[in-house]
C-alpha cells in the first residue's frame, strides 16, 4: 500500500489556482482515480459535487465532473454550500462519493479539493495515498465505454436540504427571538444558507460578507478578519457575531461588546453545557495541540477529558470516532458535533452556543467566555524549498526554548500542511518568557530559510 502522499495535505489537496498543483489537469485525473477507486459493484455510482465562490471553482468543477463522467459515475452538482453540507448531501443522497471544491480560509488565488466517503467522513491517509498512487499510473484502460459513461445534473433543492437539517440541530422549543445577531459569511460559501437558518429561527439578522463576486472570498472578512464582524456587532448593537470561513465549517464568534471568542472558548462552552445535560459522551472531547493549556485546565475541572490530536479537523474526527466522543475542535474555529455532523460545522456550532444564551438569558459576554487562557503566542516563518527545521542550528534553538519553558508551558514546532511555513507556537504562565522563546526560535529558522535560498539562487 502506498505510504506517501504528494498532493494531498492536512485538508485534501490545496494551492494556486490553474498552476501545478491545482490545475484542469489534475482535477480531471483525480475525478478519473476517485470515481475508479470508489467503484464498488455493479450500481450505478454517484458524486456529489459542491464548491465555495471562488472564481476558479469555474474551472475545476467541470473537470472534476468530466473525470468522473469518465470513471462511470453520474455527477450530481449542488453549486456553492458549506463544505458540511456536502457531506450531508453525500450521505443523504446515498452517494459514494462528495467532492468539496474550497481552499476553505485561503485568498481567492487558492483553491482546494476535499473528498468525503459514502459515510460522510473524510478519507483516511492511506485511501488518499492510494488515489494519488492511481493517479500516476496508467488510468485508461480502466476507464468506461461510450455505453457506460456517467451524466450530470443538478440538484435544485440542495440548500433547502441543509437549512432544515441545520434548523432541526437546534433545540425543540427554543426560538432565537429577540436576539440581533451579525453573521458574516466571508462572501463565501454560506453567504446564502447561514442567513437563512437564523432568520427562520427567529432572530434579527445582520448579514456581512454575502456579496461574493469570484474574487472577494475571506478578503477583510470571516474567522481570519474577525475584527470586521467584531465592529459590525458593536455598530448595530447586537448580541452576538458569528464569522464564518470560505466554506462555513469554521467559526469565530465576538460577545456584544465586540469581544473575540476563539474555538477553545466555543468548545468549552458546549463541551461543559452538553456534560451537565447529560449529553457528553465517553466523558470528554477532542481538540488539537493547539488548544491553550487554559481549556484543557478549565474542562479537567469539570471531570472531562482533553484529549489531544495532530493539527487538522479530520485527525480530531479520527481520535472523535476511536473514543466514542460526540464532540471536539481546534482553536482555529473547527466545530466538530457528530451527533448531527461528519466534519467541521461553524453553523451548527453557532447554533449550540446561542441555544444556551437563549437558556441561559445572560449577555454572551458573561456567558461564553469560562477561562482565562495562558498567554499564547503563534507566529508563522514562511520558507522557500527544503524545510529548515533540519538544521542543526535551529534544533538547538529548539531545545534552548523547550528548557526555558520547562515547568510553566510547552513550545510547539510544526509544518503547515496546507502552505510553505512553519509555525512556532508556544505558551506558558510568563508571557514574557513565551514571547521571547518564540521570537528566537523563529530568528533561527529565518535565518536558515534565506541561507537555502540564497545557495537556491
Not at 450531508?88 to 473528498?115: C, Q, W, Y
Not at 459513461?149 to 432541526?168: C, H, N, Q, T, V
Not at 487554559?294 to 471531570?303: I, P
Not at 529548515?388 to 542550528?393: E, K, T
Request: charged share 20%; net charge negative.
Amino acid at each position: 500500500m502506498p505510504s506517501k502522499r504528494r498532493l494531498f495535505g492536512t485538508d485534501g489537496i490545496r494551492g494556486k489556482a490553474n498552476a501545478d498543483p491545482m490545475t484542469a489537469g489534475m482535477a480531471l485525473r483525480l475525478g478519473q482515480a476517485a470515481g475508479l477507486w470508489f467503484t464498488r459493484g455493479v450500481h450505478r455510482h454517484r458524486v456529489v459535487i459542491g464548491k465555495d465562490t471562488r472564481l476558479s471553482g469555474y474551472m475545476i468543477e467541470p473537470a472534476l465532473t468530466a473525470g468522473f463522467v469518465g470513471a462511470g459515475m453520474n455527477v450530481v452538482l449542488v453549486g456553492p454550500l458549506p463544505t458540511p453540507a456536502i457531506a450531508l448531501l453525500t450521505r443523504s443522497l446515498r452517494a459514494d462519493l462528495g467532492v468539496m471544491i474550497s481552499a476553505s480560509h485561503n485568498p481567492f488565488e487558492d483553491n482546494g479539493i476535499k473528498l468525503f466517503g459514502p459515510d460522510g467522513y473524510k478519507l483516511s491517509d492511506e485511501a488518499e495515498a492510494e488515489i494519488e498512487a492511481m493517479m500516476d499510473s496508467n488510468l485508461a484502460p480502466h476507464l468506461v465505454t461510450p455505453a457506460k459513461l456517467g451524466r450530470a445534473s443538478r440538484l435544485e433543492d440542495a440548500a433547502g436540504r441543509y437549512i432544515e437539517a441545520a434548523k432541526a440541530s437546534f433545540p425543540r422549543g427554543l426560538r432565537l427571538g429577540g436576539l440581533k445577531i451579525v453573521v458574516d459569511c466571508a462572501n463565501g460559501a454560506a453567504y446564502r444558507v447561514a442567513p437563512t437558518v437564523l432568520w427562520e429561527l427567529g432572530a434579527e439578522v445582520v448579514p456581512i460578507g454575502v456579496s461574493p463576486d469570484g474574487f472577494n472570498i475571506n478578503r477583510d472578512c470571516g474567522s481570519t478578519m474577525p475584527e470586521f464582524m467584531c465592529g459590525e456587532v458593536k455598530r448595530h448593537e447586537a448580541h452576538l457575531g458569528i464569522a464564518l470561513d470560505g466554506d462555513a465549517d469554521r467559526l469565530i464568534l465576538s460577545d456584544e461588546h465586540g469581544t473575540i471568542i476563539d474555538g477553545d472558548q466555543i468548545l468549552a462552552l458546549i463541551a461543559s453545557s452538553w456534560n451537565q445535560a447529560g449529553r457528553l459522551a465517553a466523558g470528554g472531547v477532542a481538540a488539537t495541540v493547539m488548544s491553550n493549556l487554559g481549556l484543557e485546565r478549565f474542562l479537567a475541572g469539570q471531570g472531562i477529558a482533553l484529549h489531544r490530536t495532530q493539527v487538522g479537523d479530520r485527525y480530531v474526527m479520527e481520535r472523535m470516532r476511536e473514543l466514542g466522543l460526540n464532540v471536539g475542535g481546534e482553536q482555529s474555529g473547527h466545530m466538530i458535533l457528530s451527533d448531527y455532523a461528519t466534519t467541521g460545522d461553524g453553523l451548527l456550532a453557532a447554533l449550540q452556543v446561542l441555544a444556551v444564551l437563549v437558556e441561559d438569558g445572560r449577555p454572551a459576554s458573561e456567558v461564553i467566555r469560562l477561562f482565562d487562557p495562558l498567554p499564547q503566542v503563534l507566529k508563522n516563518v514562511r520558507y522557500a524549498g527544503r524545510s529548515p527545521l533540519g538544521a542543526a542550528r535551529v534544533k538547538r534553538a529548539i531545545e534552548a526554548a523547550e528548557a526555558a519553558l520547562a515547568g510553566t508551558g510547552r513550545l510547539l514546532i510544526r509544518k503547515s500542511g496546507t502552505e510553505p511555513l512553519v509555525r512556532v507556537m508556544a505558551e506558558g504562565e510568563d508571557d514574557a518568557l513565551v514571547a521571547r522563546v518564540v521570537d528566537a526560535v523563529c530568528a533561527e529558522i529565518r535565518a536558515v530559510a534565506a541561507e537555502t535560498a540564497q545557495a537556491a539562487d
